[in-house]
């Protein structure tokens, strides 16, 4: 059964840089897509970036000037970094598994971690 | 961007109600949508693929339907544990959007 869980500070300044990392156990990374998937509290889900294992990745335009995802196979991990964050950022990120065929939807989430910006 | 319309936002049923909640994309997605499930402070869960898949372990009761630009999610018998919020996902092209939820509410 594959699983995911995300990690890294529940606590950011305005203007500071977000990090999170997610960790994959029982499963290889191997031929699929791996996303961050954010959501406001209160609010709709946002997708945010995905990354294949060989490490392509496809950002959302909304973001992509401030957002940089990584992978480090070797750990089974994939990372987001998210740059001059703001309240407005404030919200639960998800990373989440997509096969990597046309139209796949996200089979695997991780339970969620709360990030707030705030000083 | 694919925008994603959700109908209706909130609804109030019964226990053995038939609902339906439908999703409208702002073009033709071929069958890339999807439909999940969001119970209060838990991650989404996956119920439909494809637009009509049945993820494995899904109750029988969920269904999906449409194909282009409308789709809908069926519960054909609600229970009292499909209290949650809805939301459909387009799987077409990148960003990968999703709908603005649909709150359920049991009587």
């Known amino acids: 059964q594959v699983q995911l869980q995300e990690s890294g500070p529940g606590l950011v300044k305005p203007s500071e840089t977000l990090s999170l990392t997610c960790t994959v156990s029982g499963g290889s990374m191997s031929r699929y897509y791996w996303s961050w998937i954010r959501q406001p509290p209160g609010k709709e889900l946002e997708w945010i970036a995905y990354?294949?294992?060989?490490?392509?990745?496809n950002y959302n335009p909304s973001l992509r000037s401030r957002v940089i995802i990584s992978v480090d196979t070797s750990k089974n991990q994939f990372s987001l970094k998210m740059t001059s964050v703001t309240a407005a950022d404030t919200a639960v990120y998800y990373c989440?598994?997509?096969?990597?065929?046309?139209?796949?939807?996200?089979?695997?989430w991780g339970q969620g971690t709360l990030v707030t910006v705030s000083s | 961007d694919i925008q994603m319309t959700q109908s209706p936002s909130s609804l109030s049923a019964s226990v053995g109600d038939r609902v339906t909640i439908t999703c409208r994309t702002s073009?033709?997605?071929?069958?890339?949508l999807n439909w999940y499930q969001q119970k209060l402070g838990k991650a989404p869960k996956l119920l439909i693929y494809a637009a009509s898949s049945l993820q494995n372990g899904v109750p029988s009761r969920f269904s999906g339907s449409g194909s282009g630009a409308e789709f809908t999610l069926t519960i054909s018998s609600l229970q009292p544990e499909d209290c949650a919020t809805y939301y459909c996902q387009q799987s077409y092209s990148s960003p990968f959007n999703f709908g603005q939820g649909t709150k359920l509410e049991i009587k």
């Open positions: 989440a598994r997509g096969e990597a065929v046309a139209g796949a939807p996200f089979d695997y």
């Open positions: 990354i294949y294992y060989s490490g392509s990745t």
């Open positions: 073009q033709s997605i071929s069958n890339y």
